[in-house]
């Protein structure tokens, strides 16, 4: 049985190059490896530090985390911020400066970064340590991120993503949010092999029935029951440590989770969103483009 581990990449072109085989590229850039039965997916935003939700839209789906720490500049200090909101806990700094691991360390103290692995040297020398990190699932049902899509020719409707609850099977009848429209799954690609299910941690290739690819988006899920949804809502609002805004100074917000860059409003425990967000746990980070660092807290809903 395939396994897979999805990691987020940051600054990490030269250990991308040497390990993984460039994939889908747009806003976000994913590459793949497989060693024999274990299938890891990495995840790098390419787009950031110009767009947020290229930054957060990578980190969601992760795992684990391998960030480059020789350039500890305002982006560095951006992506500690958002990997410890979005509660990454797994992951590895490259550094190539060991007089730099201490200043790291001190960063993200207290952070769900403060027990990552320092690393330096061949970037294969890595992988191993990659090999002992497992995908660990996110719901005890069936859970697709959608996060690509489009038309094939004598296929129809395909959609790229990531199974991170439960699995898949073929021919299987599902919900797409937001549409709340029931699809079927044709066909199930991993590694552009045909399969006939996709467990948990596996990122996969859906062929669609009963769903045009101009009604997808990224960000939706695909999943075996109803979806709720979030859009006016009470919620504590939690600020990073890093952030120097106080809960009075929040008014306009962008819920930057599940792959969803939406924006609302804040004030006194109670949100507001212009259109609402599937609730597929029970917190969302938020941003604001018109401070540093942008990711500044998450609404932990009532």
């Known amino acids: 049985m395939l396994k897979n581990l999805t990691v987020f990449a940051y600054d990490a072109a030269d250990f991308l190059k040497v390990v993984a085989k460039k994939g889908t590229e747009s806003d976000i850039t994913i590459y793949h490896r497989k060693d024999g039965e274990d299938v890891f997916t990495f995840i790098s935003p390419f787009r950031f530090p110009d767009k947020v939700s290229s930054l957060t839209d990578s980190i969601f789906p992760a795992d684990a985390a391998v960030v480059n720490a020789d350039n500890m500049n305002r982006d560095f200090g951006e992506v500690i911020v958002a990997l410890d909101l979005m509660g990454v806990r797994r992951g590895f700094f490259l550094v190539n400066d060991p007089d730099r691991i201490d200043q790291v360390k001190k960063i993200v103290s207290g952070t769900s970064l403060k027990d990552f692995g320092y690393f330096s040297g061949n970037p294969m020398e890595l992988v191993p340590e990659l090999h002992k990190l497992k995908h660990v699932p996110r719901y005890d049902r069936p859970m697709i991120l959608v996060d690509h899509f489009f038309k094939v020719k004598s296929v129809g409707t395909v959609a790229l993503g990531f199974v991170l609850g439960g699995y898949v099977e073929k021919h299987q009848d599902m919900i797409c949010s937001y549409i709340d429209k029931q699809v079927q799954v044709r066909s199930i690609q991993v590694q552009d092999e045909d399969q006939e299910r996709a467990e948990s941690g596996v990122r996969v290739g859906l062929a669609l029935k009963n769903i045009d690819s101009d009604e997808l988006e990224r ?5 075996d029951r109803p979806f709720t949804y979030l ?10 440590k890093f952030s120097k805004l106080q809960d009075g100074d929040v008014q306009e917000i962008f819920v930057s989770d599940n792959m969803r860059y939406q924006r609302g409003m804040y004030s006194k425990g109670q949100a507001s969103l212009e259109k609402p967000v599937v609730r597929v ?7 604001t483009p018109n401070k540093v660092p942008r990711i500044f807290g998450r609404i932990m809903v009532s």
């Open 219 to 223: 960000g939706m899920f695909l999943s």
């Open 231 to 240: 859009k006016d809502f009470q919620g504590k609002l939690e600020i990073s």
């Open 281 to 287: 746990k029970d917190s969302l980070v938020v941003s």
